[in-house]
């Protein structure tokens, strides 16, 4: 009987141990899901970023970003954006500053690397580690009207689902305030390139430059593929226009007249098909040309010096043919003494 009730309270005690070490574990493991249920879940949040490549507005300046690059290691990103100066001869300037959506107090650090050619290089610096989004203000001003860009406006609203959706959408494509525009960057959507550094602007306006006549050789090939398709739509129209003529010596007035119709459309047709592929050549040897001034300019930029000889042998041609008209004019000859006698008479 005492056995019995010794090895009944020792059961008890050993369920209880059993119990609290079980609990114990549960509360760990909900703890860990807790406090990091963010990198376990995903994330449902807006995604906050502006597409690649969709222009938008800022006051009369229409710009686009190129690229959007988050160096994680380094904790900086660099942003190229294209843009477009309102023709109205008035020198445009943009000026940026940034906030991360993690704390909108905090104004991030924001330095222009490049301003050539259409072309601004941006880079923000200290991104926090957990920055979920961040927002790029662009303004624009010019030489006449200079302006300071202040994100002291950018609060947490700027990051809400409604900005999201506007900011993002193709049909209102940047949030618009007089004559400035915020970009959004989200951490879901940024490519991330640990190989960015500080570069020399030499080195960007090259890389610009090389990535400009990828792009005309893009276009170049896409116009070859059209000619292409319209010599082949040329050769399948003349391949009908064969066979419709080869029936006509069997076919009635009526027959004939819908027949000489369709050879008609098709003739105009291979006109229509040749005036294009006319447009398309001169479009292509125009672009071809520019590939050339582009691919001189990336070996002037490479090899200044070489430029500069260039220039020094054209200096040098150029005075060797002033040099030679000057030897061939002779110099006047004093009039002989009967003619000074004649002119004195």
């Not at 961040?134 to 300071?148: C, D, F, T, Y």
């Not at 098709?266 to 040309?289: G, P």
Request: proline share 2%.
């Amino acid at each position: 009987m005492i056995r019995n009730l010794a090895y009944s309270n020792s059961s008890v005690k050993h369920n209880k141990s059993l119990f609290y070490y079980i609990a114990l574990i549960v509360i760990i493991v909900m703890y860990f899901i807790f406090f990091n249920a963010s990198s376990i879940l995903p994330d449902n949040s807006t995604v906050m970023n502006t597409a690649l490549g969709m222009e938008v507005n800022a006051g009369s300046t229409k710009l686009s970003i190129n690229r959007w690059e988050y160096n994680k290691d380094k904790n900086f990103m660099e942003i190229e954006l294209s843009y477009k100066d309102s023709g109205d001869y008035v020198t445009t300037k943009l000026n940026f500053s940034a906030k991360a959506k993690i704390n909108v107090k905090e104004k991030l650090d924001v330095k222009t690397i490049l301003d050539t050619d259409n072309i601004y290089i941006v880079r923000i610096n200290n991104i926090p580690k957990n920055y979920e989004a961040i927002a790029l203000k662009v303004g624009q001003s010019s030489s006449e009207n200079p302006v300071n860009i202040d994100t002291s406006d950018i609060t947490t609203d700027d990051f809400s689902s409604t900005t999201a959706d506007e900011s993002t959408s193709d049909k209102v494509s940047n949030v618009i305030k007089n004559n400035s525009t915020t970009l959004y960057c989200d951490y879901r959507k940024v490519k991330i390139n640990n190989n960015i550094k500080n570069e020399t602007q030499k080195y960007y306006i090259i890389n610009i430059t090389k990535s400009e006549i990828n792009n005309i050789n893009k276009d170049v090939i896409n116009i070859d593929k059209s000619v292409k398709t319209n010599e082949g739509l040329i050769d399948i129209a003349n391949d009908k226009i064969n066979s419709l003529d080869s029936q006509t010596k069997y076919e009635i007035a009526e027959e004939l007249a819908s027949t000489n119709q369709k050879i008609i459309s098709y003739k105009s047709k291979i006109t229509d098909s040749e005036q294009q592929n006319v447009t398309l050549q001169k479009t292509k040897a125009s672009l071809v040309e520019k590939i050339n001034k582009l691919e001189q300019k990336v070996n002037d930029i490479k090899n200044p010096n070489n430029k500069a000889s260039v220039n020094t042998n054209v200096v040098k041609q150029k005075n060797k043919k002033t040099t030679k008209k000057v030897a061939k004019i002779t110099p006047t000859k004093a009039p002989n003494k009967a003619v000074k006698k004649v002119i004195k008479k």
